[in-house]
């Protein structure tokens, strides 16, 4: 099946909308746990009899489908009759839809929309971006998908570029702390700048080139209170590191740092002196392994 990421939108196979898909509290839900806003069609008016009763039966439990009116059956099993079947669940689901005038119809629980843009339908029903990236620059380099249990959101997302990127990233939960999960090194962190915005999560993403990992929101954050910004009068560069849930600052040189958290409280770091640098001297030899195309051992005369 294919995701777009950006709208929570789904085209998937007939079979697998046939066999797998269900509605719960409005939603469409599949047995691996994936939820959807809305099932959009294909632009196509075409549709087999099996797959219109299945959206008619998905509708009729609560579910939005986005797309125009089926006409006829792709198929000539048991034709004329599979055309019939077909337009006669359009007719009844799309009732005086016409996507000019009349553009949406209710139908039971449900409703089809035909004519109107994804994004806009989504607004109406007052649905919020799932993942969106602020930095317009960025917001096609960032490859993502998420997934809800009941403890937590998990959402995996990925750095598309050969370079480094630093984004703000916004996430539709709200209320827990990110942790961000590295499958690579095993390690699981707390972001270090967040902040609440709305019913969403705002997240800034420092993600090395192709860099991936797992963003998961499970524990509370009720006495959270993070950082957002730091602020230094040192030259080289400063930056702060999390270890589990504490916070460290880390550089190279002396400084006066302030850091703030989202309820403005202002926290002064003075570094008054760092270990001198070491000088790395002397000559250093190199092995390398056979039918390498290397010679089997070199010596440097400095590092």
């Known amino acids: 099946h ?7 939108q789904m085209c998937i196979r007939d079979r697998s909308i046939i066999e797998l898909m269900s509605v719960e509290n409005g939603d469409l839900v599949i047995p691996s746990g994936m939820r959807y806003k809305a099932l959009v069609l294909t632009p196509t008016s075409q549709m087999t009899p099996a797959l219109a009763e299945k959206i008619k039966q998905l509708v009729a439990d609560g579910a939005v489908v986005i797309g125009r009116k089926p006409e006829s059956s792709p198929s000539l099993t048991d034709f004329p009759a599979c055309d019939q079947k077909v337009k006669a669940i359009g007719d009844l689901l799309w009732g005086k839809c016409d996507s000019v005038n009349i553009k949406e119809n209710s139908y039971q629980k449900g409703k089809v929309v035909w004519g109107k843009a994804v994004e806009d339908v989504l607004q109406e029903m007052q649905i919020a971006k799932d993942f969106e990236v602020k930095e317009l ?35 539709r939960t709200e209320g827990k702390v990110p942790e961000l999960w590295n499958a690579e090194t095993g390690s699981k962190n707390d972001a270090i700048y967040w902040k609440a915005e709305g019913k969403r999560t705002a997240v800034v993403l420092e993600l090395k080139p192709l860099e991936s990992f797992f963003v998961v929101f499970s524990r509370s954050a009720t006495t959270a209170d ?7 009068n040192a030259d080289s560069p400063v930056r702060l590191q999390t270890e589990g849930s504490q916070l460290f600052l880390s550089s190279q040189t002396k400084g006066c740092f302030e850091v703030t958290t989202q309820s403005n409280k202002k926290y002064t770091v003075k570094v008054g002196r760092v270990p001198q640098s070491l000088a790395v001297t002397g000559s250093w030899s190199g ?6 195309g290397a010679p089997t051992n070199i010596v440097l005369p400095e590092l």
């Open 2 to 8: 294919r995701v777009d990421r950006r709208q929570r």
């Open 137 to 171: 620059v960025g917001k096609d380099d960032v490859a993502w998908i998420h997934r809800r249990t009941a403890e937590a959101d998990i959402y995996f997302v990925s750095n598309q570029k050969n370079q480094a990127v630093k984004y703000n990233c916004i996430f």
């Open 287 to 292: 092995a390398f392994p056979a039918n390498w």
């Open 226 to 232: 993070p950082v957002v910004s730091l602020s230094a």
